[in-house]
Nanobody
Framework: LQLVESGGGLAQPGGSLRLSCTAS????????IGWFRQAPGKEREGVAC????????KYADSVKGRFTISRDNAKNMVYLRIQSLKPEDTAVYYC???????????????????WGQGTQVTVSS
C-alpha cells in the first residue's frame, strides 16, 4: 500500500502549483486525505484535509484562501492547489490517508495510516 505525490518543483513567488496524490495497491475512496508539509528545521504541519467523499474540508489558518484541496475518486486522485506562492511555502509536501479521520482531527498527523514519500516545493525567485 503506497501513496505517491507529484507536482512539486521550483516556482516563483506569486505563482501556483497543483500537487497530486494517488495510491498504489488500494483505492482512496474510503479514506480521508490530508496534506502535510515539513520545512527544514520545522515540525510537520497539516495544511489541508478532505473527507473520503469530500464531506468535509479543512485548512490551516496559515494557508486559508490560497490552498484548495479536492479529490476525484473516480481517478483515485487527490489534489492540492497552491496559489499566490510564498517563499515560506517551501517544504516537502506529503499526502496521507486515514480510514478513521474526522473533520475535527484531520490536520493532525497521527490520525493517518498511510503516508507518501513527499514532493519538494521550492518557492524562490
Amino acid at each position: 500500500l503506497q501513496l505517491v505525490e507529484s507536482g512539486g518543483g521550483l516556482a516563483q513567488p506569486g505563482g501556483s502549483l497543483r500537487l497530486s496524490c494517488t495510491a498504489s495497491g488500494f483505492t482512496l475512496d474510503t479514506y480521508a486525505i490530508g496534506w502535510f508539509r515539513q520545512a527544514p528545521g520545522k515540525e510537520r504541519e497539516g495544511v489541508a484535509c478532505i473527507g473520503s467523499v469530500a464531506d468535509f474540508t479543512k485548512y490551516a489558518d496559515s494557508v486559508k484562501g490560497r490552498f484548495t484541496i479536492s479529490r476525484d475518486n473516480a481517478k483515485n486522485m487527490v489534489y492540492l492547489r497552491i496559489q499566490s506562492l510564498k517563499p515560506e511555502d517551501t517544504a516537502v509536501y506529503y499526502c496521507a490517508a486515514g480510514a478513521r479521520v474526522t473533520g475535527r482531527g484531520c490536520l493532525v498527523s497521527h490520525e493517518y495510516d498511510y503516508w507518501g514519500q513527499g514532493t519538494q516545493v521550492t518557492v524562490s525567485s
